[in-house]
């Protein structure tokens, strides 16, 4: 089970679509996927359209990760309306932002680890998408992580945030677990004729060389209608929204390259 974290040490990035772009990436690839939804927006829950009615959430299971919490707080996501296959979310919660304190203890860093240790046999894939910040959430997500994806955007600030959290992911490498990695920093929310843009995304270039990933996410509607919908990127009409499903399936390629993930030959049977 390969476990990815999706991070942004800087708001309104656009980390949540991302999650969901490469969720929906894996889906129609027929990847048995679990999302983590840790982010106290709980964004990603509302876009796979999971039903939270009787179910614990993320928040139970930081409190207690036994095994019977853990399982009440996983629902399946409502695309597997559109086609068959494993698509699960830990549902997110509000009340997850009081475990977000400045200083956790060592104890609590590693609940999210113990949680997913329990479920190892069942996904192939787990996708956290992480607050905001670099409090305990994000630590408790890296610490049960063997990669960490840094979305960011073009703009002024992007490459002071990615360098901080690249600097953070060596942190908790050294510190914490030492099987942590960077997968790389995944340039969203580009505009191809913006000449801001592009020197910017030359500027992360010079610093980080092959850390930043191709392709970069070009800037679409086609995104946020799908989520918006509750609906995977994949199955959502139109040219925009297939070229944007196909750098998804690129980005997955990376993932499925560095987590030695196994993938149906088939994909899902369509419905």
Not at 55 to 71: C, F, G, H, S, W
Not at 92 to 115: C, M, Q, T
Not at 129 to 139: F, G, I, V
Request: glycine share 8%; net charge negative; hydrophobic share 40%.
């Amino acid at each position: 089970m390969h476990v990815l974290s999706v991070s942004s040490l800087k708001g309104g990035v656009g980390k949540t679509t991302v999650t969901l772009g490469l969720a929906s990436a894996a889906f129609a690839r027929g990847i048995r996927t679990l999302v983590v939804d840790l982010d106290p927006q709980s964004d990603v829950s509302t876009g796979l359209d999971v039903s939270t009615a009787g179910r614990l959430n993320i928040a139970d299971v930081l409190e207690d990760p036994k095994e019977k919490t853990v399982r009440q707080a996983i629902g399946s996501s409502g695309w597997t309306k559109v086609h068959p296959g494993t698509m699960d979310v830990l549902i997110g919660s509000p009340s997850a932002i009081n475990y977000d304190g400045p200083h956790p203890s060592v104890r609590d860093v590693w609940k999210l680890e113990e949680a997913l240790a329990m479920l190892e046999s069942e996904y192939d894939l787990v996708l956290i998408d992480c607050a905001p910040s670099l409090n305990a959430l994000t630590r408790t997500a890296w610490a049960a992580s063997d990669r960490v994806a840094v979305v960011t955007e073009p703009g002024l600030f992007s490459v002071a945030a990615a360098d901080r959290a690249l600097r953070a992911i060596e942190e908790i490498r050294r510190g914490l677990s030492s099987r942590l990695q960077p997968l790389g920093i995944v340039v969203n929310r580009v505009r191809p004729q913006s000449v801001e843009h592009q020197f910017r995304i030359k500027e992360l270039r010079d610093m980080f060389g092959q850390l930043v990933l191709e392709p970069q996410l070009p800037e679409r509607t086609s995104l946020q209608q799908a989520q918006g919908a509750a609906k995977p990127l994949h199955v959502w009409p139109g040219e925009s929204a297939q070229e944007l499903a196909s750098d998804f399936d690129q980005l997955l390629d990376r993932i499925v390259e560095a987590g030695q993930i196994p993938v149906p030959e088939n994909g899902p049977q369509q419905a």
